[in-house]
């Protein structure tokens, strides 16, 4: 596969990466009733609490800067990839445990989300990051 279609690749990944986790993100505001019970606010199968959707919502949102500059890429791509990580090795340990009251309340669907992400980010940003460096030595080439 040549450069230019590897880079052409990058950004309808990194759109559907921002488009999933915004849209699970704002929706989840709707999702936030005071009246009920830790655990129960959930949008389709997965979790919706205010915590969960501002870190959903801001990292949609630098997805979408990243697409529309794509210089930018990598550097999301790495962000979300450590940024999810960290998400999935929490809601592994808040989900193996069952304690009312927990802020984040997170499922499995959660879980395999954050965990499917952050596996997409990385081979993202891998690619993201050998597109630039191949850019760069050409451009040191043509020179």
């Known amino acids: 596969m040549n450069l230019r279609a590897t880079g052409f690749l990058l950004r309808p990944a990194v759109l559907v990466i921002a488009l ?5 993100g704002v929706l989840g505001f709707f ?3 005071e009246a009920n019970q830790a ?7 997965f979790s919706a609490t205010g915590m969960l959707d501002v870190i ?6 630098l997805g979408l800067v990243a697409v529309f500059k794509p210089s930018a890429i990598p550097a999301y791509c790495w ?14 340990l808040s989900a ?3 304690t009312s009251g927990d802020a984040v309340n997170f499922s499995w669907a959660d879980n ?9 980010a990385l081979v993202i940003g891998i690619a993201a990051t050998r597109v630039s460096q191949r850019k760069q030595s050409k451009a040191r080439e043509n020179v």
């Open 56 to 61: 959903r919502t801001v990292l949609g949102v």
């Open 79 to 92: 962000l979300a990839f450590v940024a999810f990580a960290g998400l999935t090795a929490f809601g592994v």
């Open 112 to 120: 395999t989300l954050h965990g499917l992400t952050s596996l997409a």
């Open 31 to 33: 999702f936030l009733p």
């Open 39 to 45: 655990g129960a606010n959930t949008l389709w199968i």
């Open 96 to 98: 193996g445990t069952d």
């Open 20 to 24: 999933v986790h915004l849209l699970l």
